[in-house]
């Protein structure tokens, strides 16, 4: 879904930028009310992590391969403001160091791929907790379906910016087509990643999960080896706040690691077909104008170290820096932002503190 340079028109360029940068800019606002000396790590390994799953594209038809957007897995996990910005860091990384994703079609990228599916998932995401009950699973239930939904809700986003400023004279019902078929397949692996992963969080420590507050369970005593509720003066005892079953440090060692270990190692063994995007826009010729990208001789260019000449070692190494950037940018960012709404002396600020 990254689109490259020469896919979408100059004017049409410059308004998307203009949109990311507003939508940033209401994000880090709105991301002072999501973060605090909790979660603001977390946000930051959260972003890394991202770009780590980013670099496992999946097989999800012939020839054609599909990755990670992310929206989803950062809105319920850090917070929607905090989500966009999440991503955002990820796909600023992406296109200075890694030339994936054209610079001129930052603005594009970043308002289809940071907003569009944060959005979508989070609207969702809260809308079907309305109608299920605060359990684990139905939270990660909740987060299959925003997760599938969001993605090809980006590609509708990108067909209409392409229908507005595309480069090329194509039929728009025949991308829209192409782009939605091959996206709903790619959802479903977005779907099944972050309903693993925010799974697996709220389980060690739903009270770091945004999406997750509220989350409560019922005390319960094991009785002739069977758990039962306590009851509490002749009715059921209110629910009890999830306990947490490991340290923060902890959780964010272990993600840091995990996020290493796939960049770093499991990548090499991604699929090597082009994605969703690169299929649609060879098949349609979306990308006969496709411009090579500006830094395209980065030392790090295509997810490779220059002069590395073993493959596995020098993807290895471009992903392991990656993640380190990423994590580094991002924890950058979101100390920033808590400290910011800190020594903010608004009523909001005061009464979130």
């Not at 440090?249 to 699929?271: E, N, P």
Request: hydrophobic fraction near 50%; aromatic fraction near 6%.
């Amino acid at each position: 879904m990254h689109v490259p340079d020469g896919f979408i028109n100059a004017p049409t360029s410059a308004v998307t930028g203009v949109v990311a940068a507003a939508a940033i800019a209401v994000s880090l606002r709105g991301a002072r009310r999501e973060l605090d000396e909790r979660t603001a790590p977390l946000a930051g390994l959260v972003a890394a992590f991202i770009f780590a799953v980013q670099m496992l594209n999946f097989p999800v038809a012939a020839g054609t391969s599909g990755h990670l957007l992310g929206g989803a897995l950062a809105a319920i996990l850090v917070g929607p403001f905090t989500g966009v910005l999440c991503v955002s860091v990820v796909l600023l990384m992406q296109g200075i160091l890694f030339a994936d994703g054209g610079l001129t079609a930052l603005g594009v990228n970043i308002t289809d791929m940071a907003v569009v599916t944060t959005v979508v998932a989070y609207a969702v995401f809260r809308g079907l907790l309305k109608v299920l009950p605060r359990t684990r699973r139905s939270l990660t239930a909740a987060s299959f379906v925003a997760a599938l939904l969001s993605v090809p809700a980006a590609a509708l986003a990108f067909t209409l910016m392409y229908a507005i400023g595309g480069t090329t004279d194509v039929a728009i019902g025949k991308v829209a087509t192409a782009m939605v078929g091959v996206h709903v397949l790619i959802g479903v692996g977005e779907a099944a990643i972050t309903a693993l992963t925010v799974g697996a969080v709220i389980a060690v420590r739903p009270d770091l999960v945004y999406g997750a507050q509220g989350l409560r369970q019922r005390l319960q005593l094991r009785v002739h080896g069977e758990l039962v509720d306590v009851p509490a003066a002749g009715q059921a005892a209110p629910p009890a706040p999830v306990a947490a079953r490991t340290s923060r440090r902890t959780l964010w060692a272990t993600g840091l690691v995990t996020s290493l270990v796939l960049a770093g190692f499991v990548s090499f063994y991604a699929s090597s077909n082009p994605d969703g995007l690169e299929k649609v826009a060879a098949d349609k010729g979306i990308d006969k104008k496709a411009e090579e990208h500006a830094v395209s001789d980065s030392p790090l260019a295509d997810y490779g170290v220059k002069d590395v000449t073993d493959a596995r070692l020098s993807g290895g190494l471009a992903g392991v820096i990656g993640v380190g950037v990423t994590v580094v940018a991002g924890s950058t960012v979101f100390w920033a932002v808590r400290r910011r709404r800190d020594a903010d002396p608004s009523p909001t600020a005061v009464e979130n503190v």
